[in-house]
């Protein structure tokens, strides 16, 4: 809702949901005794009804395929007492915004009801950025009031990110940006940094780890699926457009 000359004006109707689902490897494995291979008991701490050894933690179980029963390997990718390191990539945002979904675990998106709440939020949120404004919400929940930012992602999705309202947070001291102190000798030094730097790749922003075991999702259908859901709502705003 937004106040135009003291009367209450509806921006748009939507519903809160998740960006996406995350696959849970856990549903396609199991803990057994490390010692038999036998399925244990929880019965604080877990328990091998076989040889009778007791567990303090599920850490201490062994995982395995449920259907096969072949353990879930987890080699180390990181050596103990070393300090990882993020190899840097670079992409345009257009071509990033096309190929890839930039889905983070705690964010989320917002679903609109109609289609006019599809144009509304379109337009409000594309002249925010062109005039480097934020969009914040503030709604009541059930027992608390909660706010959020309204915002798009490098891939274009509208992401709704809710933020620790004052007095809640807790600030820590993170790196900020200051870019009114960059100059342009700065910018150049770093455009040969850029180019140097190599591009993103599909290899990049896929992962092969214990959590990928007994994934079955199809990711180039399904973002075809997703890709063409968000082009029928662009369609509606284009009949939208004509009949105006």
């Known amino acids: 809702m937004a106040t135009l000359q003291g009367t209450q004006y509806p921006v748009g109707s939507f519903k809160i949901v998740s960006l996406a689902g995350k696959y849970d490897y856990t549903k396609a494995t199991k803990l057994v005794c490390p010692k038999c291979s036998v399925d244990t008991e929880y019965l604080n701490p877990y328990h091998c009804p076989q040889c009778g050894e007791n567990f303090s933690s599920w850490m201490k179980l062994k995982r395995v395929d449920k259907i096969t029963g072949e353990e879930l390997p987890k080699p180390r990718l990181l050596p103990e007492k070393t300090t990882a390191q993020a190899q840097v990539y670079h992409m345009s945002a257009e071509e990033f915004a096309q190929k890839y979904l930039d889905i983070t675990a705690d964010d989320k998106g917002i679903e609109p009801l109609d289609a006019n709440s599809v144009l509304q939020l379109q337009l409000l949120l594309v002249l925010a950025e062109r005039m480097q404004q934020v969009i914040v919400l503030r709604w009541n929940d059930t027992y608390q009031i909660n706010v959020a930012v309204l915002t798009l992602s490098p891939s274009n999705r509208v992401v709704l990110k809710e933020i620790i309202p004052r ?78």
Request: without cysteine; proline residues 6%; aromatic residues 4%.
């Open 167 to 244: 007095p809640l947070v807790i600030p820590k001291p993170t790196f900020t940006v200051d870019p009114e102190s960059v100059s342009e000798q700065h910018l150049s030094l770093a455009k040969i940094l850029m180019d140097n730097i190599p591009e993103v790749t599909d290899e990049v922003m896929t992962v092969d780890d214990f959590r990928t075991h007994g994934v079955q999702t199809d990711y180039t259908e399904a973002e075809a699926e997703m890709k063409a859901e968000v082009k029928s709502l662009m369609q509606v705003l284009a009949q939208m457009q004509v009949l105006a």
